[in-house]
Protein backbone atom coordinates (compact mmCIF):
# COMPACT_ATOMS: atom_id res chain seq x y z
CA UNK A 1 0.00 0.00 0.00
CA UNK A 2 1.39 3.11 -0.60
CA UNK A 3 0.81 6.81 0.50
CA UNK A 4 -2.16 8.77 -0.91
CA UNK A 5 -0.86 10.59 -4.00
CA UNK A 6 -0.28 13.92 -2.19
CA UNK A 7 2.62 17.12 -2.61
CA UNK A 8 4.15 15.62 0.72
CA UNK A 9 3.78 12.25 -0.97
CA UNK A 10 5.81 13.30 -3.89
CA UNK A 11 8.37 15.31 -1.48
CA UNK A 12 8.99 12.60 1.29
CA UNK A 13 12.22 12.59 1.83
CA UNK A 14 12.59 9.41 2.91
CA UNK A 15 10.90 5.38 2.07
CA UNK A 16 10.63 3.86 5.25
CA UNK A 17 9.66 0.40 4.89
CA UNK A 18 8.62 -1.79 7.70
CA UNK A 19 7.07 -5.87 7.49
CA UNK A 20 4.04 -6.99 8.24
CA UNK A 21 2.87 -9.46 11.50
CA UNK A 22 3.08 -12.85 10.41
CA UNK A 23 3.05 -14.64 13.75
CA UNK A 24 1.50 -14.34 17.15
CA UNK A 25 3.83 -12.33 19.16
CA UNK A 26 4.08 -10.96 23.65
CA UNK A 27 4.69 -7.41 24.04
CA UNK A 28 4.43 -4.61 27.05
CA UNK A 29 2.09 -2.01 25.20
CA UNK A 30 0.38 -2.55 21.70
CA UNK A 31 -0.08 0.78 19.68
CA UNK A 32 -3.13 0.69 17.11
CA UNK A 33 -2.48 3.47 14.49
CA UNK A 34 0.80 5.08 13.09
CA UNK A 35 0.47 8.51 12.98
CA UNK A 36 1.33 11.32 15.47
CA UNK A 37 -0.65 10.19 18.46
CA UNK A 38 0.06 6.19 17.82
CA UNK A 39 4.17 7.12 16.93
CA UNK A 40 4.58 9.65 19.88
CA UNK A 41 2.70 7.51 22.27
CA UNK A 42 5.49 4.72 21.35
CA UNK A 43 8.57 6.52 21.11
CA UNK A 44 7.85 8.43 24.95
CA UNK A 45 7.04 4.45 26.57
CA UNK A 46 9.87 3.67 25.02
CA UNK A 47 11.71 6.12 26.27
CA UNK A 48 10.51 4.63 29.74
CA UNK A 49 11.99 1.61 29.14
CA UNK A 50 8.77 -0.09 27.78
CA UNK A 51 8.68 -3.28 25.06
CA UNK A 52 6.13 -1.06 22.39
CA UNK A 53 4.89 -3.04 19.57
CA UNK A 54 2.94 -0.14 17.02
CA UNK A 55 0.67 -1.51 14.24
CA UNK A 56 -0.09 0.32 11.31
CA UNK A 57 -3.07 -1.23 8.84
CA UNK A 58 -1.77 0.87 5.70
CA UNK A 59 1.45 2.79 6.00
CA UNK A 60 3.24 5.01 8.27
CA UNK A 61 1.60 8.10 8.22
CA UNK A 62 -1.00 7.23 5.44
CA UNK A 63 -3.96 9.23 7.28
CA UNK A 64 -4.11 12.63 8.49
CA UNK A 65 -0.87 12.47 10.08
CA UNK A 66 0.73 12.36 6.55
CA UNK A 67 -1.86 14.38 4.28
CA UNK A 68 -3.00 17.29 6.41
CA UNK A 69 -2.47 20.76 5.83
CA UNK A 70 1.02 20.93 8.11
CA UNK A 71 -0.03 23.92 10.05
CA UNK A 72 1.57 23.61 14.02
CA UNK A 73 -1.21 25.31 15.93
CA UNK A 74 -1.09 26.17 19.50
CA UNK A 75 -3.79 25.68 22.08
CA UNK A 76 -6.66 22.46 21.56
CA UNK A 77 -10.41 23.14 20.63
CA UNK A 78 -11.88 24.07 23.99
CA UNK A 79 -15.11 22.83 25.91
CA UNK A 80 -17.18 24.84 27.77
CA UNK A 81 -17.42 21.54 29.61
CA UNK A 82 -14.24 23.07 31.98
CA UNK A 83 -15.70 26.27 32.35
CA UNK A 84 -19.10 25.21 33.38
CA UNK A 85 -17.88 22.44 35.92
CA UNK A 86 -14.14 22.46 36.32
CA UNK A 87 -11.97 24.24 38.96
CA UNK A 88 -9.89 27.19 38.28
CA UNK A 89 -6.56 25.07 38.44
CA UNK A 90 -8.24 22.27 35.81
CA UNK A 91 -9.03 25.05 33.70
CA UNK A 92 -5.60 26.25 33.37
CA UNK A 93 -3.68 23.11 33.72
CA UNK A 94 -6.10 22.07 30.07
CA UNK A 95 -5.33 24.95 29.07
CA UNK A 96 -1.43 24.61 29.57
CA UNK A 97 -1.30 21.44 27.56
CA UNK A 98 -3.33 23.04 24.68
CA UNK A 99 -0.88 26.15 25.08
CA UNK A 100 2.79 24.05 25.24
CA UNK A 101 1.77 21.83 22.37
CA UNK A 102 3.66 23.03 19.69
CA UNK A 103 6.78 23.36 21.74
CA UNK A 104 6.70 19.44 22.56
CA UNK A 105 6.85 19.36 18.31
CA UNK A 106 9.90 21.45 18.41
CA UNK A 107 11.60 19.77 21.00
CA UNK A 108 10.83 16.29 19.06
CA UNK A 109 12.34 17.88 15.70
CA UNK A 110 15.00 19.30 17.80
CA UNK A 111 15.65 15.79 19.69
CA UNK A 112 15.96 13.43 16.43
CA UNK A 113 17.09 16.27 13.86
CA UNK A 114 14.15 15.55 11.55
CA UNK A 115 13.98 17.61 8.33
CA UNK A 116 10.37 18.57 8.28
CA UNK A 117 10.84 22.30 6.34
CA UNK A 118 9.96 23.73 10.01
CA UNK A 119 8.97 27.38 10.21
CA UNK A 120 7.63 29.80 12.43
CA UNK A 121 4.90 32.38 12.94
CA UNK A 122 1.15 31.71 12.22
CA UNK A 123 -1.76 34.19 11.35
CA UNK A 124 -5.33 33.55 12.36
CA UNK A 125 -7.60 35.37 10.08
CA UNK A 126 -10.96 37.15 10.70
CA UNK A 127 -13.22 37.69 7.63
CA UNK A 128 -15.98 39.30 9.62
CA UNK A 129 -16.06 41.70 12.65
CA UNK A 130 -17.93 39.17 14.73
CA UNK A 131 -14.74 37.17 14.36
CA UNK A 132 -12.39 39.85 15.12
CA UNK A 133 -13.81 40.27 18.13
CA UNK A 134 -13.19 36.65 18.94
CA UNK A 135 -9.70 36.92 18.20
CA UNK A 136 -9.30 40.04 20.49
CA UNK A 137 -10.87 38.10 23.52
CA UNK A 138 -8.62 34.90 22.95
CA UNK A 139 -5.71 37.50 22.85
CA UNK A 140 -6.39 38.88 26.26
CA UNK A 141 -7.18 35.39 27.77
CA UNK A 142 -4.24 33.89 26.52
CA UNK A 143 -1.83 36.73 27.62
CA UNK A 144 -3.76 36.92 31.29
CA UNK A 145 -3.29 32.98 31.22
CA UNK A 146 0.01 33.23 30.65
CA UNK A 147 1.07 32.21 27.31
CA UNK A 148 4.85 32.10 26.87
CA UNK A 149 4.93 33.48 23.11
CA UNK A 150 4.31 36.56 21.85
CA UNK A 151 0.94 37.35 20.56
CA UNK A 152 -0.16 40.64 17.98
CA UNK A 153 -3.11 41.25 16.72
CA UNK A 154 -3.49 43.53 13.19
CA UNK A 155 -6.54 45.01 11.87
CA UNK A 156 -7.67 45.63 8.16
CA UNK A 157 -4.69 47.58 7.06
CA UNK A 158 -2.32 45.67 9.09
CA UNK A 159 -2.91 42.56 7.64
CA UNK A 160 -2.23 42.85 4.52
CA UNK A 161 1.85 43.44 5.39
CA UNK A 162 1.66 39.19 6.29
CA UNK A 163 -1.15 37.77 4.07
CA UNK A 164 -2.14 39.78 1.18
CA UNK A 165 -5.76 39.88 0.81
CA UNK A 166 -8.86 42.13 0.70
CA UNK A 167 -10.65 38.97 2.18
CA UNK A 168 -9.94 40.24 5.57
CA UNK A 169 -10.69 43.03 8.43
CA UNK A 170 -7.73 41.44 10.66
CA UNK A 171 -5.88 39.16 12.19
CA UNK A 172 -4.28 37.44 15.37
CA UNK A 173 -0.47 36.76 14.77
CA UNK A 174 1.29 33.88 17.02
CA UNK A 175 4.69 33.62 16.87
CA UNK A 176 4.63 29.69 19.14
CA UNK A 177 3.11 28.54 16.15
CA UNK A 178 4.02 27.87 12.43
CA UNK A 179 4.28 25.20 9.60
CA UNK A 180 5.97 21.73 8.97
CA UNK A 181 6.16 19.09 5.95
CA UNK A 182 3.59 16.66 7.89
CA UNK A 183 4.66 13.71 6.04
CA UNK A 184 7.97 14.13 7.03
CA UNK A 185 8.02 14.70 10.16
CA UNK A 186 6.01 11.36 10.91
CA UNK A 187 8.71 9.36 8.80
CA UNK A 188 11.19 11.16 11.27
CA UNK A 189 9.27 10.29 13.93
CA UNK A 190 8.92 6.69 12.99
CA UNK A 191 12.25 6.20 11.93
CA UNK A 192 13.24 7.60 15.70
CA UNK A 193 10.75 5.45 17.51
CA UNK A 194 12.25 1.90 15.15
CA UNK A 195 15.64 3.36 16.78
CA UNK A 196 14.70 3.21 20.16
CA UNK A 197 13.40 0.23 19.83
CA UNK A 198 9.82 0.16 18.97
CA UNK A 199 9.07 -2.82 16.73
CA UNK A 200 6.38 -1.13 13.70
CA UNK A 201 4.41 -3.43 11.99
CA UNK A 202 2.95 -1.94 8.58
CA UNK A 203 -0.17 -3.27 6.30
CA UNK A 204 -1.10 -4.90 9.71
CA UNK A 205 -4.91 -4.48 10.33
CA UNK A 206 -6.49 -5.06 14.05
CA UNK A 207 -9.64 -6.58 13.51
CA UNK A 208 -10.64 -7.34 17.15
CA UNK A 209 -9.40 -6.32 20.66
CA UNK A 210 -10.35 -8.44 23.82
CA UNK A 211 -9.94 -6.89 27.07
CA UNK A 212 -8.18 -8.96 30.01
CA UNK A 213 -4.63 -9.42 31.23
CA UNK A 214 -3.29 -9.91 28.97
CA UNK A 215 -5.48 -7.98 26.38
CA UNK A 216 -5.63 -8.79 22.87
CA UNK A 217 -5.29 -7.45 19.13
CA UNK A 218 -6.40 -9.90 16.58
CA UNK A 219 -5.00 -8.74 13.28
CA UNK A 220 -5.42 -10.23 9.78
CA UNK A 221 -2.17 -12.99 10.34
CA UNK A 222 -1.24 -12.64 14.16
CA UNK A 223 -2.62 -12.01 17.33
CA UNK A 224 -0.83 -9.54 19.71
CA UNK A 225 -0.67 -10.58 23.74
CA UNK A 226 -0.04 -7.03 25.67
CA UNK A 227 -0.09 -5.59 29.23
CA UNK A 228 -1.55 -2.21 27.98
CA UNK A 229 -3.25 -1.33 23.99
CA UNK A 230 -3.29 2.52 22.77
CA UNK A 231 -6.03 3.00 20.12
CA UNK A 232 -4.78 5.66 18.05
CA UNK A 233 -6.48 5.35 14.79
CA UNK A 234 -8.62 8.37 15.32
CA UNK A 235 -10.86 9.00 11.95
CA UNK A 236 -9.82 5.84 10.44
CA UNK A 237 -10.64 3.55 13.48
CA UNK A 238 -13.60 1.46 11.13
CA UNK A 239 -15.25 -1.34 13.06
CA UNK A 240 -12.74 -1.79 15.56
CA UNK A 241 -14.59 0.04 18.14
CA UNK A 242 -18.40 1.41 17.93
CA UNK A 243 -18.69 3.42 20.85
CA UNK A 244 -15.13 5.35 20.10
CA UNK A 245 -16.24 5.47 16.27
CA UNK A 246 -19.80 6.80 17.52
CA UNK A 247 -17.98 9.69 19.29
CA UNK A 248 -16.80 11.43 15.88
CA UNK A 249 -17.63 12.35 12.59
CA UNK A 250 -15.68 12.32 9.78
CA UNK A 251 -15.15 15.58 7.95
CA UNK A 252 -13.28 15.77 4.35
CA UNK A 253 -10.61 18.02 4.46
CA UNK A 254 -9.31 18.66 0.89
CA UNK A 255 -5.89 20.55 -0.32
CA UNK A 256 -4.09 21.85 -3.49
CA UNK A 257 -0.92 21.68 -4.18
CA UNK A 258 -0.29 24.75 -7.32
CA UNK A 259 2.80 24.90 -9.14
CA UNK A 260 5.67 26.74 -7.61
CA UNK A 261 5.15 30.85 -7.60
CA UNK A 262 7.89 33.09 -8.56
CA UNK A 263 9.92 35.14 -5.34
CA UNK A 264 8.30 38.22 -6.68
CA UNK A 265 4.20 36.67 -6.50
CA UNK A 266 5.22 34.50 -3.51
CA UNK A 267 6.17 38.18 -1.64
CA UNK A 268 2.99 39.52 -3.10
CA UNK A 269 0.57 37.32 -1.62
CA UNK A 270 2.52 35.97 1.39
CA UNK A 271 5.08 38.22 2.91
CA UNK A 272 5.49 37.09 5.87
CA UNK A 273 5.70 33.05 4.85
CA UNK A 274 3.57 31.93 7.82
CA UNK A 275 0.54 29.84 7.74
CA UNK A 276 -2.67 31.16 7.90
CA UNK A 277 -6.16 30.30 8.98
CA UNK A 278 -9.85 31.45 8.68
CA UNK A 279 -12.15 31.10 11.26
CA UNK A 280 -15.17 30.26 9.61
CA UNK A 281 -16.82 26.37 10.20
CA UNK A 282 -16.27 25.04 6.39
CA UNK A 283 -12.82 26.97 7.13
CA UNK A 284 -9.79 27.44 4.56
CA UNK A 285 -6.60 27.43 5.35
CA UNK A 286 -3.17 27.66 3.74
CA UNK A 287 0.53 28.40 2.83
CA UNK A 288 3.71 28.46 1.13
CA UNK A 289 5.81 25.04 0.99
CA UNK A 290 9.46 25.06 1.06
CA UNK A 291 9.17 25.11 -3.06
CA UNK A 292 7.07 28.09 -2.51
CA UNK A 293 3.51 26.36 -4.09
CA UNK A 294 1.04 27.37 -2.29
CA UNK A 295 -0.79 24.76 -0.57
CA UNK A 296 -4.50 25.98 -0.03
CA UNK A 297 -6.85 23.35 1.91
CA UNK A 298 -10.43 23.75 3.52
CA UNK A 299 -13.17 21.30 5.17
CA UNK A 300 -15.05 20.00 2.60
CA UNK A 301 -18.04 18.06 4.43
CA UNK A 302 -18.87 16.33 7.54
CA UNK A 303 -20.23 13.28 5.82
CA UNK A 304 -17.13 10.90 5.34
CA UNK A 305 -17.08 11.14 1.42
CA UNK A 306 -14.12 11.86 -0.20
CA UNK A 307 -14.72 14.02 -3.83
CA UNK A 308 -12.75 13.05 -6.63
CA UNK A 309 -9.53 14.84 -7.19
CA UNK A 310 -10.57 16.63 -10.16
CA UNK A 311 -13.12 18.12 -8.28
CA UNK A 312 -10.74 19.15 -5.47
CA UNK A 313 -9.12 20.88 -7.75
CA UNK A 314 -11.76 22.85 -9.36
CA UNK A 315 -13.76 23.61 -5.66
CA UNK A 316 -10.38 24.47 -3.77
CA UNK A 317 -9.38 26.27 -6.40
CA UNK A 318 -12.13 28.74 -6.50
CA UNK A 319 -11.73 29.57 -2.60
CA UNK A 320 -8.30 30.09 -3.03
CA UNK A 321 -8.69 32.50 -5.68
CA UNK A 322 -11.53 33.85 -4.35
CA UNK A 323 -8.95 34.99 -1.33
CA UNK A 324 -6.54 35.44 -3.80
CA UNK A 325 -7.32 36.59 -7.36
CA UNK A 326 -3.54 36.94 -8.37
CA UNK A 327 -3.44 33.47 -8.30
CA UNK A 328 -5.96 32.84 -11.14
CA UNK A 329 -3.69 31.59 -13.60
CA UNK A 330 -1.61 29.27 -11.51
CA UNK A 331 -1.62 25.60 -12.54
CA UNK A 332 -2.85 23.05 -9.95
CA UNK A 333 0.15 20.34 -9.26
CA UNK A 334 -1.23 18.02 -6.72
CA UNK A 335 -5.01 17.29 -5.30
CA UNK A 336 -5.54 15.62 -2.32
CA UNK A 337 -7.98 14.65 0.63
CA UNK A 338 -8.63 12.52 3.77
CA UNK A 339 -11.12 12.73 6.82
CA UNK A 340 -10.36 14.14 10.04
CA UNK A 341 -12.37 13.35 13.40
CA UNK A 342 -14.39 15.86 14.60
CA UNK A 343 -15.66 15.65 18.03
CA UNK A 344 -19.30 17.40 18.85
CA UNK A 345 -17.33 19.54 21.85
CA UNK A 346 -14.00 20.48 19.77
CA UNK A 347 -11.90 19.39 22.49
CA UNK A 348 -9.85 15.90 22.02
CA UNK A 349 -11.03 12.66 23.34
CA UNK A 350 -8.97 10.71 25.83
CA UNK A 351 -9.80 7.83 28.16
CA UNK A 352 -10.41 4.08 28.81
CA UNK A 353 -12.26 1.72 27.28
CA UNK A 354 -10.80 -0.67 29.82
CA UNK A 355 -8.78 -0.44 33.03
CA UNK A 356 -5.96 -1.31 30.44
CA UNK A 357 -6.88 -0.20 27.28
CA UNK A 358 -6.43 3.28 26.22
CA UNK A 359 -7.48 6.08 23.55
CA UNK A 360 -7.27 9.33 21.86
CA UNK A 361 -9.29 10.77 19.32
CA UNK A 362 -11.10 13.36 17.50
CA UNK A 363 -8.71 16.03 17.34
CA UNK A 364 -11.26 18.25 15.17
CA UNK A 365 -8.65 18.91 12.42
CA UNK A 366 -6.48 20.69 14.93
CA UNK A 367 -4.14 17.56 15.15
CA UNK A 368 -0.59 18.32 14.71
CA UNK A 369 0.61 20.17 17.85
CA UNK A 370 -2.56 18.37 20.28
CA UNK A 371 -1.52 14.33 19.42
CA UNK A 372 2.09 14.93 20.53
CA UNK A 373 0.57 16.28 23.98
CA UNK A 374 -1.84 13.74 24.01
CA UNK A 375 0.58 11.27 23.51
CA UNK A 376 2.63 12.44 26.33
CA UNK A 377 -0.85 12.24 28.77
CA UNK A 378 -1.80 8.99 27.42
CA UNK A 379 1.92 7.41 27.99
CA UNK A 380 2.46 8.84 31.46
CA UNK A 381 -0.85 7.20 32.48
CA UNK A 382 0.01 4.14 31.15
CA UNK A 383 3.11 4.59 32.81
CA UNK A 384 1.00 5.11 36.57
CA UNK A 385 0.64 9.41 36.43
CA UNK A 386 -3.21 9.08 35.08
CA UNK A 387 -4.24 12.59 36.57
CA UNK A 388 -4.20 14.59 33.78
CA UNK A 389 -6.18 11.55 31.57
CA UNK A 390 -8.70 11.54 34.55
CA UNK A 391 -9.13 15.04 34.09
CA UNK A 392 -9.61 14.88 30.38
CA UNK A 393 -11.85 12.02 30.51
CA UNK A 394 -14.03 13.46 32.99
CA UNK A 395 -15.99 15.06 29.61
CA UNK A 396 -19.12 13.27 28.84
CA UNK A 397 -19.09 13.03 24.63
CA UNK A 398 -21.97 12.65 22.75
CA UNK A 399 -22.19 9.35 20.45
CA UNK A 400 -23.44 9.87 17.19
CA UNK A 401 -26.53 7.67 16.25
CA UNK A 402 -27.06 5.82 12.47
CA UNK A 403 -25.05 4.77 9.26
CA UNK A 404 -21.64 3.79 8.75
CA UNK A 405 -20.19 6.48 10.41
CA UNK A 406 -22.77 7.30 12.62
CA UNK A 407 -23.73 11.08 11.11
CA UNK A 408 -27.44 11.84 11.36
CA UNK A 409 -29.47 13.51 9.20
CA UNK A 410 -29.49 16.32 12.59
CA UNK A 411 -25.65 16.73 12.20
CA UNK A 412 -25.96 17.69 8.29
CA UNK A 413 -28.52 19.90 9.09
CA UNK A 414 -26.60 21.56 11.91
CA UNK A 415 -23.42 22.08 9.81
CA UNK A 416 -25.70 23.90 7.02
CA UNK A 417 -26.86 26.55 9.71
CA UNK A 418 -23.32 26.77 10.83
CA UNK A 419 -22.31 27.33 7.12
CA UNK A 420 -25.59 29.97 6.72
CA UNK A 421 -23.99 31.83 9.79
CA UNK A 422 -21.08 32.01 8.53
CA UNK A 423 -22.62 33.50 4.91
CA UNK A 424 -24.55 36.20 6.84
CA UNK A 425 -21.38 37.36 9.45
CA UNK A 426 -19.41 37.82 6.15
CA UNK A 427 -21.66 39.73 4.25
CA UNK A 428 -22.35 41.94 6.80
CA UNK A 429 -18.69 42.69 8.04
Known amino acids: MAHVKSYYAATANQDLRFERLNSNIRTKVCVIGGGFTGLNTA ?15 EKIGWGASGRNGGQLISGFSFSDHFEKKGTEKDIQNIWLLGARSADLVRDRISEFSID ?9 VATNRKHMDELIHRSEEWEQSGYHHNLELV ?38 ASEIGVKIYENTRAVEISAGSPAKVVTENGIIESDYIVIAANAYIGDLNKKLRRMVMPAASCIIATEPLSNEL ?9 AVCDQNTILDYYRLSADKRMLFGGRFNY ?10 KVEIKKRMVSVFPQLSELRVDYAWSGNVAVSLKKIPQLGKVDKNIFYSQGYSGHGVAPTHMAAKVIA ?3 DGDDEVLNLLSSVSHIQ ?6 FSSPATAIGMMYYQLMDKLANFSR
Open 43 to 57: INLAKKDYDVVLIES
Open 116 to 124: CDLKEGFID
Open 155 to 192: DETQVKKYVNSKAYVGGLIDSGSGHIHPLNLCLGEAKA
Open 266 to 274: AEKVMPSDM
Open 303 to 312: SGKIPSDDRI
Open 380 to 382: DAV
Open 400 to 405: LPGGKW
